[in-house]
């Protein structure tokens, strides 16, 4: 009964249909590979519902599988936000009439806490001390490569997907600017400082090898994201940093930091890529000791415009 009801819905061919229109809708490789994984786990889960065999059981088979992830998986909030998701809009897709049914479980909000400006500091300039600036020997390179690949990830807030497809002739030198093409194939551009330029034209150099991506392994090979991962998490363990760093702390910290030296929210946006504001908002939170400090200084400010009269008697 349940083969015959999913054979119905023709269920497994019309996941593949759906990553493939997705794949044409230019979303990144990482959505596709993660809506493919959710949804393949669910047909599995699928195929051992014993009595599924119309829309109003597929719902509770559906309801049943997050109670699978939540108890016997014991996956987080967040994926079981992730997966409801994800089902949801393949269900849209084969015009399964349930949709209005399904309600989406909270989400936590929680983000990783940023890096301190010295924390930053440190990690970028980790191993300094074995770096040669007067060789070219592959140990060097890859010291180099690695410093300005931390510097980019902080200085300009980019994702790691971004940072590791971008090519040299996405700079633009003379402005200082990055051009980059973000989700849903959203062109912006990132800035970047005098300092970053002379590690790019360091790097370029001392590599000596023909390749459009910026960042190239020894065998000439795009990096990827796995090994920028690993990199940091060395980085951050020589620069004696507790904290767990990523990619993504690091973006978060570029937003954050910026935020706490008053560039405006909306500037921040939009280096960022976000489409929405409210996004960029919960990027950046600010730790208390900055909102104290914002704090004091408004409330300072306002004593500092008003008048005060000693001679006043304030009656009962």
């Known amino acids: 009964m349940t083969s015959n009801y999913l054979e119905e819905l023709d269920f497994e061919d019309q996941i593949d249909d759906y990553i493939l229109d997705m794949d044409i809708q230019s979303y990144s490789s990482n959505t596709l590979k993660t809506y493919k994984s959710i949804l393949e786990s669910f047909y599995e889960f699928l195929l051992s519902e014993k009595k599924l065999k119309d829309e109003t059981s597929l719902l509770r088979s559906f309801k049943r599988y997050l109670q699978y992830l939540k108890r016997d998986k014991e996956v987080s909030q967040n994926y079981l936000y992730l997966v409801t998701v994800v089902i949801k809009k393949f269900f849209e897709y084969i015009e399964v009439g349930i949709t209005s049914q399904i309600k989406i479980p909270k989400r936590t909000k929680s983000l990783p806490k940023a890096l301190n400006e010295q924390e930053v500091y440190d990690l970028i300039h980790a191993k300094d001390d074995d770096y040669n600036p007067e060789k070219s020997n592959p140990k060097n390179i890859t010291n180099l490569r690695n410093k300005l690949t931390l510097t980019l990830l902080y200085s300009t807030g980019l994702r790691i997907s971004e940072l590791i497809t971008l090519k040299t002739d996405a700079i633009d030198e003379k402005e200082h600017t990055i051009r980059i093409r973000g989700k849903g194939e959203k062109d912006r551009l990132v800035i970047f400082d005098n300092e970053t330029l002379k590690l790019i034209h360091e790097y370029l150099d001392k590599r000596n090898m023909d390749n459009e991506y910026l960042f190239v392994n020894q065998r000439n090979h795009p990096l990827t994201s796995r090994y920028v991962q690993l990199m940091i998490k060395e980085y ?34 939009q280096l960022l890529g976000h489409s929405n504001l409210s996004t960029t908002q919960i990027y950046t939170s600010v730790d208390m000791h900055t909102l104290k400090d914002a704090y004091n200084t408004a409330w300072l400010n306002r004593d500092n ?7 006043i008697i304030h009656s009962e």
Do not use: C, E, M, Y
């Not at 020589?238 to 008053?262: E, Q």
């Not at 415009?305 to 001679?311: A, G, I």
């Open 236 to 269: 951050a363990k020589k620069a004696g940093i507790t904290k767990k760093v990523t990619p993504h702390v690091l973006r978060h910290s570029f937003a954050t930091h910026l935020l706490k030296n008053g560039v405006d929210i909306r500037a921040i946006q």
């Open 305 to 311: 415009n008003v008048r005060k009269d000693s001679n």
